[in-house]
């Protein structure tokens, strides 16, 4: 029961740091959520407390930087804190730091570690928007994607999977916050239903789950006509053809191929497990409804 007396001070520090009209009530908020997250992440999984200290030190490390720069409010100084809120969320090249702790986190608080914890760094990224810092965390999110070849495991394969999503989520900025929230939005619900699968390994994945997991991978890497897909259809033709799109579109791709290669080797191996009953049941359903979805976009 002790946990649950953690979760609402979680959601309210996040929103005492997007309503502040100030610089320390957004710092408060920051360390409130800190604070509840390191301890609801410890009652999740007591055995993570080396990954929830490294969390910790990380966050601690860039919370000292953020209040030194907040003194120095400036537009020069503007570009350091935006760097600082980088390393926060793990965004390409800070991402390194992430892999490390994302093996450690389990179920919801991996969740919100992709998730609610970027809901802030983002939107204070959106408010000192500076053209040249989207670019440099969009062309570096490319090289973090690269890091999801040859991994095994969900874990590690999902926290690759975002840093290419931190990308399309810092481009959104360009255009408005809205977009980025929808973007988020349909991201973790993604990543929800990947975590509710309760599976860490990726060939007990798709063994388990068939069809579904399919659906999700091919959803998550952004192909058509699933969810993932509309999001970056609809940056995709506000950007008008901005140069940025193609390292995106790399991504993409590069994400695809990832899934798609597991997705071959478990057909090699386990395809009579996937064509049972209930699996064709599904998958025509699921085909029927994104079709419908898709003819009235």
Same mark, same amino acid.
């Given at each position: 029961?002790v946990?649950?007396f953690?979760? %609402?001070?979680?959601f309210l520090?996040?929103?005492?740091s997007i309503n502040s009209?100030?610089?320390?009530?957004?710092?408060?908020?920051m360390?409130l959520n800190?604070?509840s997250f390191i301890m609801l992440s410890?009652y999740?999984?007591?055995y993570?407390s080396e990954c929830c200290? /490294?969390?910790?030190?990380v966050q601690?490390i /860039?919370s000292?930087f953020?209040?030194?720069?907040?003194?120095?409010?400036d537009f020069?100084?503007?570009n350091?804190?935006l760097?600082v809120m980088?390393v926060?969320?793990?965004s390409? %090249?800070?991402h390194?730091?992430g892999v490390?702790v994302? !093996?450690?986190?389990?179920? *919801?608080?991996?969740?919100?570690f992709l998730?609610?914890? #970027?809901?802030v %760094?983002?939107?204070?990224?959106?408010?000192?928007f500076?053209?040249?810092?989207?670019?440099?965390?969009? +062309?570096?999110?490319?090289f973090?994607i690269?890091?999801? &070849?040859?991994q095994?495991? *969900?874990?590690q394969?999902?926290?690759?999977?975002?840093?290419?999503?931190? !990308?399309?989520?810092f481009?959104?900025?360009f255009?408005?916050f809205?977009?980025?929230?929808l973007y988020?939005?349909?991201y973790?619900?993604?990543?929800? $239903?990947?975590?509710?699968?309760s599976?860490?390994n &990726?060939?007990?994945?798709?063994?388990k789950?068939?069809?579904?997991?399919?659906?999700?991978?091919? /959803?998550?890497?952004?192909? %058509?006509p699933?969810?993932?897909?509309?999001?970056?259809? *609809?940056i995709?033709?506000? /950007?008008?053809?901005?140069?940025?799109?193609?390292?995106?579109?790399?991504?993409v $791709?590069?994400?695809?191929?990832?899934?798609?290669?597991?997705?071959y080797?478990s057909?090699n191996f386990?395809?009579? #497990?996937? +064509?049972? +009953?209930?699996?064709?049941?599904?998958f025509?359903?699921f085909?029927?409804?994104?079709l419908?979805?898709?003819?009235? $976009?």
């Amino acid at each position: 029961m002790v946990k649950f007396f953690y979760w %609402p001070f979680f959601f309210l520090s996040v929103f005492i740091s997007i309503n502040s009209t100030n610089w320390i009530g957004v710092w408060l908020g920051m360390e409130l959520n800190l604070f509840s997250f390191i301890m609801l992440s410890f009652y999740f999984n007591q055995y993570s407390s080396e990954c929830c200290l /490294s969390y910790y030190l990380v966050q601690v490390i /860039s919370s000292i930087f953020f209040v030194f720069f907040v003194f120095f409010i400036d537009f020069f100084y503007v570009n350091f804190i935006l760097f600082v809120m980088g390393v926060s969320v793990a965004s390409a %090249p800070f991402h390194y730091w992430g892999v490390l702790v994302s !093996g450690g986190f389990k179920d *919801l608080s991996f969740y919100f570690f992709l998730t609610i914890q #970027s809901l802030v %760094p983002f939107y204070f990224s959106f408010n000192f928007f500076n053209l040249y810092l989207i670019y440099f965390f969009v +062309f570096f999110s490319i090289f973090g994607i690269l890091g999801s &070849i040859n991994q095994v495991y *969900l874990y590690q394969v999902l926290f690759y999977s975002s840093v290419g999503h931190m !990308g399309w989520m810092f481009f959104s900025l360009f255009f408005s916050f809205f977009y980025f929230f929808l973007y988020l939005f349909v991201y973790s619900l993604n990543i929800f $239903m990947f975590i509710s699968s309760s599976f860490y390994n &990726i060939i007990k994945v798709f063994v388990k789950g068939g069809f579904y997991i399919v659906f999700l991978f091919l /959803s998550l890497g952004g192909m %058509p006509p699933f969810f993932g897909f509309y999001m970056k259809w *609809l940056i995709i033709v506000e /950007s008008y053809g901005d140069f940025i799109l193609f390292f995106l579109i790399f991504g993409v $791709m590069f994400n695809l191929y990832v899934y798609l290669r597991f997705i071959y080797s478990s057909i090699n191996f386990f395809f009579l #497990s996937w +064509f049972s +009953f209930f699996d064709y049941y599904y998958f025509y359903w699921f085909i029927f409804f994104f079709l419908f979805c898709f003819m009235y $976009m």
